[in-house]
């Protein structure tokens, strides 16, 4: 696979798909712009949570858009994803690599520049900013970092940035403008009527906001 684009970068949450399978909003999110999916199951049993894994990797496959797993190392290993997202209460980073290899894709949450600090002795794979803004979608985050947080986490790490919280069209321009690589959302996708016209819509404004700082 090649390196991840994090432009829009999809998060997933059944609670928020209005009814839906997640697999048809993984489907048509990714047909209008996704560049990558995170699968985030809190509340489901190993098995279930494995196979449906193992079902939407194997439709990204065919489109190129790397899987990755939030927090479960076990789960990302036994479906055969492409990496996974640990925050800082998870499995410590260093274990996490050591566990999934040197060609997994691996993202780490910071909350405080403290995070950040320590992140730059790793060779993770990019940084989640959480949260940009306050969000309804996780509760277990500090304090928002802002878009002049965001600015200065940028010239303090060598790192590619996604951002998540709140995030939408309607500020990804600002978030990719302060410094992020790409967005991370949710409910943005997830609850929108057409997944795939809000992916193409998130894909235009990462894309406009990339032309005017390059």
Known sequence: MRAPDYGVYLVTDRGLCLGRPLEDVVREAVSGGVTVVQLREKHTDTREFVELARSLKKELERHDVPLLINDRIDVALACGA????????????????????????????????????????????????????????????????????LRRLRDATRHRLVGIGALNADNAVDVVRAGADGIAVVSAICSASSPADAAAELLRKVSAARAATT
Do not use: N
Not at 106 to 129: K, N, P, Q
């Open 82 to 149: 492409d990496g996974v997202h640990v925050g800082q209460s998870d499995m410590p980073y260093p274990e996490a690599r050591r566990l999934m290899g040197p060609k997994a894709i691996i993202g780490l949450s910071v909350e405080t520049m403290e995070h950040v600090r320590e992140a730059e002795a790793w060779d993770v794979d990019y940084l989640g900013v959480s949260p940009i803004f306050s969000t309804s979608t996780k509760t277990d985050t500090g304090k928002p970092w802002g878009l002049d947080g």
